[in-house]
């Protein structure tokens, strides 16, 4: 199983953190790297959550999410969103929005669940998007097991 992972993880992603409430205030959120656009028209958004994870069933009946894409220098939120606490949302910053969206990321999408799909050991979130924002800025990338960052532009001769 290992070397599949590994193989895998050769494929370099962005980071993102899904988070979700439900009516009655109960919130959870995790990081991801298997978020993808889906379709333009109308516009759709997926990600995959394990089976396992405990707050699974919290996603699987607030019927709506938000995916939070993590900029360069957030990589402290997604060690947050990847590990289990009582209270993953403590001392975040967040948007006021009914749903939690997390401060300072480069884009969010606030989703209604169209599907949930079975993927093996995953659940398969495909989302119908409501609202979206985006900034400017470099992207968390994830590789082979680390974050990585972009190199700044090389020039040569002094041209761009």
Same mark, same amino acid.
């Given at each position: 199983?290992?070397? #599949?992972?590994?193989?895998? !993880? %050769?494929?370099?992603? &962005?980071?993102?953190?899904?988070?979700?409430?439900?009516? &009655?205030?109960?919130?959870?959120?995790?990081?991801?790297?298997?978020?993808?656009?889906?379709?333009?028209? /109308?516009?759709?958004? =997926?990600?995959?959550?394990?089976? +396992?994870a405990p707050s699974a069933p919290l996603f699987l009946r607030a019927g709506r999410f938000?995916?939070?894409? #993590?900029?360069?220098? %957030?990589?402290?939120?997604? +060690?947050?969103?990847?590990?289990?606490?009582?209270?993953? $949302?403590?001392?975040?910053? #967040?948007?006021?929005?009914? =749903?939690?969206?997390?401060? !300072?990321?480069?884009?969010?999408?606030?989703?209604?669940?169209?599907?949930?799909?079975? !993927?093996?050991?995953?659940?398969? $979130?495909?989302g119908a998007v409501e609202r979206y924002h985006r900034t400017e800025g470099e992207p #968390?990338?994830?590789?082979?097991? +680390?974050? +990585?960052?972009?190199? /700044?532009? =090389?020039?040569?001769?002094?041209?761009?």
């Open positions: 199983m290992r070397p #599949l992972r590994e193989a895998f !993880g %050769q494929f370099a992603t &962005g980071v993102a953190v899904i988070t979700t409430a439900t009516a &009655g205030g109960e919130r959870a959120g995790v990081t991801v790297n298997s978020f993808t656009s889906v379709s333009l028209d /109308p516009p759709l958004a =997926l990600w995959c959550l394990s089976n +396992r938000a995916v939070n894409i #993590l900029a360069a220098d %957030q990589d402290h939120l997604s +060690r947050r969103f990847a590990t289990p606490s009582a209270d993953k $949302f403590a001392g975040v910053d #967040l948007v006021p929005a009914p =749903l939690p969206i997390l401060a !300072g990321t480069l884009a969010s999408f606030v989703c209604r669940t169209e599907r949930v799909h079975d !993927g093996g050991d995953h659940h398969i $979130f495909v #968390l990338v994830f590789h082979s097991g +680390r974050y +990585r960052e972009f190199w /700044p532009e =090389l020039t040569v001769d002094g041209a761009a």
